[in-house]
């Protein structure tokens, strides 16, 4: 397992090393940069000056070069140019707390409520729990989260008043947004779910039980539930990572500062290294959820680990 591990966290480097490296080259070859609007009313040795201080006045590789030198030896993303003097480590720690927080909690309601939804409808299939939850996971996947948030604050907050409109601090601010971000994760996992679900009912160890006089619930709880949540389990990395950045738009709407507002800013601004620092934080943090993912499959399913075990001596006793 400690072999597994080390394997995947090796190509997580690789990947995102080659990922920041195509952001970086992507990044600058947009026309313009970020100083132009700045200085342009500027003596020639202060404009020269702000350009020397970003390295933006040496060729396109030594700036690459400049780069992972600088994450490298000291540790650092390097400094904002829109927010000169702060690093932009500073703002992903800052601001982060705020987007996991209302990223988890939506994944979390989610893939809760997802599961025992597919459940449900893979039980009373073609009934009407079915019908309920097939629409309302046709609903959440084809509304678009920005339209269903200007609904939801249209009613909930210029009819009804019961929650703010924007804003950030209380339970009441996070009432909203987090309505409108799991709604998506909720239809995804109840499709796969009982997708999953229908597929293990059909199996003959399932037939099995039932026949010995095992309860339904007992069926679900200890055979239909562990052998149909793979699948889920498989959507739960990504989700995470694609909550987690999905929530520009909430953030937006609904005026929360969360790292995705100044992401959204820097792209706009052309903050050429906090767009790249940032973008370095997202992969990292869906790659490591990739990992978690396989483990978490390692946990819930031995018969993985099992089978790795016996592939791994195969090939050792036809080397030998």
């Not at 190509?11 to 313009?32: C, D, E, K, Q, W």
């Not at 400094?79 to 209302?102: D, M, Q, T, W």
């Not at 699948?231 to 909430?250: D, N």
Request: hydrophobic letters at 50%; proline letters at 4%; charged letters at 15%.
């Amino acid at each position: 397992m400690l072999i597994y591990i080390l394997k995947r966290i090796l190509y997580m480097a690789m990947v995102l090393f080659i990922v920041v490296s195509i952001t970086f080259f992507m990044i600058h070859n947009v026309p313009g940069d970020p100083l132009t609007s700045s200085v342009m009313n500027l003596p020639d040795q202060v404009k020269a000056n702000y350009y020397a201080r970003y390295g933006l006045d040496k060729p396109l590789f030594e700036q690459y070069l400049r780069f992972w030198k600088l994450l490298f030896t000291e540790g650092s993303l390097g400094e904002s140019i829109k927010y000169p003097g702060r690093l932009v480590e500073e703002f992903i720690l800052k601001y982060s707390g705020i987007s996991a927080r209302l990223g988890l909690i939506s994944v979390a309601i989610g893939f809760s409520v997802g599961i025992v939804f597919g459940i449900v409808a893979a039980i009373f299939k073609n009934k009407w729990p079915d019908y309920a939850v097939m629409l309302t996971a046709i609903a959440g996947i084809t509304i678009p989260v920005f339209v269903l948030a200007a609904v939801f604050q249209y009613f909930f907050t210029v009819k009804l008043q019961w929650f703010p409109t924007t804003g950030w601090g209380t339970v009441r601010h996070m009432v909203l947004p987090i309505a409108c971000m799991c709604l998506s994760p909720i239809a995804t996992y109840a499709r796969y779910m009982r997708s999953s679900v229908l597929d293990v009912l059909g199996q003959d160890y399932i037939l099995t039980a039932e026949s010995k006089g095992v309860s339904s619930f007992n069926v679900v709880r200890r055979h239909v539930f562990r052998n149909s949540v793979l699948p889920a389990i498989t959507l739960l990395g990504p989700s995470v990572a694609s909550v987690f950045t999905g929530s520009f738009v909430i953030e937006s709407m609904f005026a929360i500062p969360g790292l995705g507002t100044y992401f959204i800013r820097a792209i706009n601004e052309r903050d050429f290294t906090m767009v790249l620092g940032m973008n370095l934080f997202y992969c990292l943090l869906y790659i490591a959820s990739l990992l978690l993912v396989d483990i978490l499959y390692v946990v819930i399913d031995p018969r993985i680990r099992l089978a790795a075990s016996k592939d791994g001596r195969r090939k050792k006793a036809h080397a030998e």
